[in-house]
């Protein structure tokens, strides 16, 4: 069966590859949309559904995995940064304290659909303004939410992670792995 990850995500690309996974892309061209009143949870299970729901319409033999990512600090979802500046007034705000990672993840298929969530909890170590300012001038941080990505030039001010650290770069690999057995995309010995 075909797989298909409704994501143009390079980081998620390279998680796939890590897991020795086949697939194609599909990119979702649709505005997100979620409903009032939802939590961080709920909201990141609603947009990895959406994209992966827009990708089964066009692919619809294939198994189908979207996935959404969000940073939660003090209850706010913090997304992708706007502007420089705003990347720096969010490091500022997340420096020498903790906040959570979530991953929605839906695994779609004809007349199947599995749809999960994934939280990892990351403390970062106190930042001054100048290793701040220097960070977000490499222009890492401007595509990523949290204005950070784990995987490059942050890990050095990120102090402790509980929980999978696959999530914080944006595709629990384990969560993921699961899914796609229970949907039986994948077999334990990948025939």
Not at 29 to 57: D, I, N, W, Y
Not at 113 to 139: A, L, N, Q
Not at 159 to 169: R, T
């Amino acid at each position: 069966m075909e797989l298909i990850l409704a994501s143009q995500s390079p980081r998620r690309h390279e998680i796939m590859q890590f897991m020795g996974i086949p697939f194609e892309t599909v990119v979702c061209t649709e505005a997100e949309r979620v409903p009032s009143g939802c939590s961080t949870a709920e909201t990141v299970m609603h947009l990895a559904h959406q994209k992966a729901s827009f990708a089964l319409a066009i692919r619809p033999d294939a198994c189908v995995i979207g996935a959404d990512t969000v940073v939660e600090l003090d209850g706010e979802i913090i997304g992708k940064p706007k502007s420089p500046e705003d990347a720096v007034r969010t490091l500022k705000h997340m420096q020498g304290r903790s906040h959570s990672v979530y991953t929605g993840l839906a695994v779609l298929k004809k007349e199947y659909c599995d749809i999960r969530c994934s939280v990892t909890k990351v403390t970062f170590r106190p930042m001054t303004d100048k290793e701040i300012e220097w960070y977000v001038s490499t222009g890492e941080p401007l595509d990523k939410a949290g204005s950070y990505g784990v995987q490059g030039l942050a890990s050095v001010f990120v102090d402790s992670i509980e929980g999978n650290y696959f999530n914080v770069v944006g595709l629990p690999a384990p969560l993921l792995y699961e899914m796609l057995l229970r949907a039986g995309a994948l077999t334990e010995d990948r025939a």
